[in-house]
C-alpha cells in the first residue's frame, strides 16, 4: 500500500479523503499507477503469466480497486469490494453505461447511508450490491 502521509492520521492509506465521494486527486492517482505498476510487474514477480485478475478490498482498498476496474478494464477482470465508495475523480472516467468496465461487486450496510445512496444511483446493472442489516459489510 502507498504511503499517503496524513491521509487518515499515523498509518497508511491508498488516498487522502475529503468529504462525500471526494479524494485528493494527486493520491489517488499515487496510488492507481503504483498499482498498476504491480499488476504489470506481476508476471515477472510470479515466474509465470497468471490468469484473469480479480481485485478485493474493503474501505479505502475498495475505492481504489473499483477505480483501476474503471480506469484500466484491460488490467482487471473483476472487483470485489466492501464499504467502499465511487470516488469522484478525473482519474476515474465512469459512467453506468461504461463499455468495457468488469464486473464488480459492491457489498455495504445498510447503515453507510452515503454508500447505499451511491449504489442506487449508479443502478444494479453497473455493479452487484450486496447490502444488509447492520453497520458495515457481513462477510
Do not use: N
Not at 499515523?10 to 475529503?18: D, Q, T
Not at 479524494?23 to 489517488?28: D, G, R, S
Not at 504491480?38 to 478490498?57: H, K, M, S, Y
Not at 476496474?69 to 453506468?96: C, H, N, Q, T
Amino acid at each position: 500500500m502507498p504511503d499517503t502521509p496524513g491521509a487518515t492520521g499515523p498509518g497508511w492509506a491508498w488516498y487522502k479523503y475529503v468529504v462525500g465521494d471526494r479524494v485528493v486527486e494527486e493520491t489517488l492517482g499515487h496510488s492507481l499507477s503504483e498499482l498498476e505498476a504491480f499488476l504489470e510487474e506481476l508476471p515477472a514477480l510470479l515466474e509465470f503469466q497468471p490468469g484473469r485478475i480479480v481485485l478485493g478490498g474493503f474501505s479505502q482498498g475498495a475505492t481504489t480497486r473499483m477505480a483501476m476496474a474503471i480506469s484500466r478494464p484491460d488490467l482487471v477482470a473483476a472487483v470485489i469490494g466492501f464499504s467502499g465508495f465511487l470516488a469522484e475523480s478525473v482519474k476515474v472516467p465512469f459512467s453506468a453505461l461504461s463499455p468495457g468496465t468488469p464486473p464488480i461487486f459492491w457489498g455495504h450496510g445498510l447503515l453507510e447511508p452515503q454508500h447505499s445512496a451511491q449504489a442506487r444511483s449508479v443502478g444494479p446493472q453497473a455493479v452487484g450490491c450486496g447490502r444488509h442489516e447492520g453497520g458495515g459489510p457481513r462477510l
